[in-house]
């Protein structure tokens, strides 16, 4: 079965700066997906960045870029220039392709300071 | 964009109830549906897998007699909480398998359900 871990219950940035989250995953499985998703106050879930596992090359989605390191089952997610609005749990995922569940880590509160 | 939406968005009921949630893809077909559930300050737990035109598929520990599933339509899918009891009271998010995507999934925007 896959785990997804992530460590830091809760985090705060000043604003305009930089943080990471970070996430750490269990599998024995070659192929997979991981993603970073956003949960506001609204409680929509919403994707900010994604990662295939095959690919070397880390994800970028302006602001936000990944850390994957596969060998380490490692998968941290930065924020530049952080915004107000950036403000929400951050939850690291993980799907295998084979049956497309995905497992979420226990997420991080994220609070960026003006 | 993909969009998928979730009715109703809040709902209350005495125990001992039943309620139908829907989830809707509206505008791709989603063979594939998934239903989380998610406690105050928690993560998303998978509760069961929705294939369309088939049974759902349950985790562990989930009560596929209490938690009815069905997937009538590529575009819609209907979690049945039956004889609902406080503890079931939670917040309840469906997604949708979006093939054309790269088997991204898109989410609903859930339901909270309160059973007095």
């Known amino acids: 079965a896959q785990t997804v871990t992530q460590s830091q219950p809760e985090m705060s940035v000043q604003e305009a700066e930089t943080v990471t989250l970070s996430c750490t995953y269990d599998?024995?499985?070659?192929?997979?997906?991981l993603f970073w998703y956003k949960q506001p106050p609204s409680r929509q879930m919403i994707l900010v960045i994604r990662?295939?596992?095959?690919?070397?090359q880390n994800a970028t989605e302006n602001r936000f870029s990944v850390n994957f390191q596969k060998a380490a089952k490692s998968f941290s997610l930065k924020i530049s220039d952080s915004q107000l609005g950036d403000t929400a749990m951050y939850f690291c995922?993980?799907?295998?392709?084979?049956?497309?569940?995905?497992?979420f880590g226990a997420g991080t509160r994220l609070t960026v300071k003006p | 964009g993909a969009v998928v939406s979730q009715h109703p968005s809040r709902v209350i009921c005495k125990s001992g109830t039943s309620v139908k949630i829907e989830c809707r893809s509206l505008?791709?077909?989603?063979?594939?549906m998934f239903w989380y559930r998610q406690f105050p300050k928690q993560s998303l737990m998978l509760m069961a897998t929705?294939?369309?035109?088939?049974?759902?598929?349950?985790e562990q520990g989930v009560e596929k007699d209490k938690f009815l599933i069905n997937h009538a339509s590529l575009t819609l899918s209907t979690l049945t909480v039956t004889s609902a009891h406080p503890e079931d009271s939670s917040f309840y998010i469906c997604?949708?398998?979006?093939?054309?995507?790269?088997?991204?999934?898109?989410f609903g925007p859930g339901t909270r359900l309160t059973v007095l």
């Open positions: 929705s294939n369309e035109g088939s049974k759902a598929t349950y």
């Open positions: 995922a993980f799907m295998k392709p084979s049956n497309n569940d995905m497992r």
């Open positions: 505008d791709f077909q989603a063979t594939t």
């Open positions: 997604s949708a398998l979006h093939g054309v995507t790269n088997n991204e999934q898109f």
């Open positions: 990662q295939e596992a095959y690919k070397q």
């Open positions: 599998t024995s499985e070659n192929n997979y997906y």
